[in-house]
């Protein structure tokens, strides 16, 4: 068998904080209220994963500047207000995280959100601790998701080869940025991306954070 992983990725909204079912949720209310009927399906299939950045062009170009601007004014100030109260870690995330530790793997977020919204979800979840600087965000990168190029920037500031690392992502342009790094990519379907669409992307599909204990570190690399 070949050897595991030098270094498993992980996104951070909806794969270690249960984040994305508040955030959808918000927005498609919010966005209806602006002027653009809109499901929670919709959001999840149009942005989920990707930029704020890239949202708010969207959302500029369908409704204006002024009300994306009250878009993302009213999205924050409600979000970071819910996850103070409601959030909670992916069930099973610290046990997966304690179970990397002890066989000596190393662990990074990369994520399409902010650095600050990352620190609040983080810390109400008692997880910025196990990540304290090995936080990366799209912030930081030129082409954010589907683009390779967030995961390849956490990859290079690990230290470790692209063909070395695994990414955890939840969301089809997530998937689609592991793949387009090189890396293996395990799709996490107990949220709000189908499986099916997880695995049309690229991803190996599992269902319960527990099921990566058994898959990881012994996972071979997609490329020997």
């Known amino acids: 068998m070949k050897p595991g992983p030098d270094l498993v990725i992980f996104d951070c909204d909806g794969v270690l904080v249960d984040s ?10 919010v966005l209806t209220e602006l002027g653009w009927p809109m499901e929670q399906a919709e959001v999840v299939r149009r942005w989920m994963g990707r930029t704020s950045q890239a949202q708010l ?5 369908r409704l204006g500047s002024e009300a994306a ?6 999205t924050t100030d409600e979000l970071h207000a819910a996850f103070e109260t409601e959030l909670e870690a992916i069930a099973g995330i610290p ?9 000596g793997i190393a662990t990074c977020v990369a994520s399409s959100g902010t650095h600050h919204r990352m620190s609040v979800t983080l810390r109400v979840t008692g997880l910025r601790e196990r990540f304290e600087g090995r936080i990366y965000s799209g912030t930081e990168v030129v082409h954010g998701k589907p683009a390779p190029d967030l995961f390849l920037h956490a990859a290079a500031g690990m230290g470790v080869d692209p063909h070395r690392c695994v990414v955890v992502e939840d969301s089809v342009f997530g998937v689609q940025a592991g793949v387009a790094a090189g890396m ?5 379907a107990g949220g709000l991306t189908p499986a099916a669409a997880l695995a049309d992307a690229g991803a190996e599909v599992v269902h319960e954070m527990s099921d990566l204990v058994g898959l990881l570190p012994h996972s071979p690399s997609r490329i020997a």
Not at 20 to 29: G, Q
Not at 57 to 61: H, W
Not at 69 to 74: E, G, M, N, Q, V
């Open 20 to 29: 994305e079912r508040l955030t959808t949720k918000v927005e498609a209310r």
């Open 57 to 61: 062009a969207e959302v500029s170009a």
């Open 69 to 74: 601007a009250r878009f993302d004014a009213r």
């Open 95 to 103: 046990a997966l995280l304690d179970h990397l530790d002890a066989h």
């Open 184 to 188: 293996r990519v395990y799709g996490f």
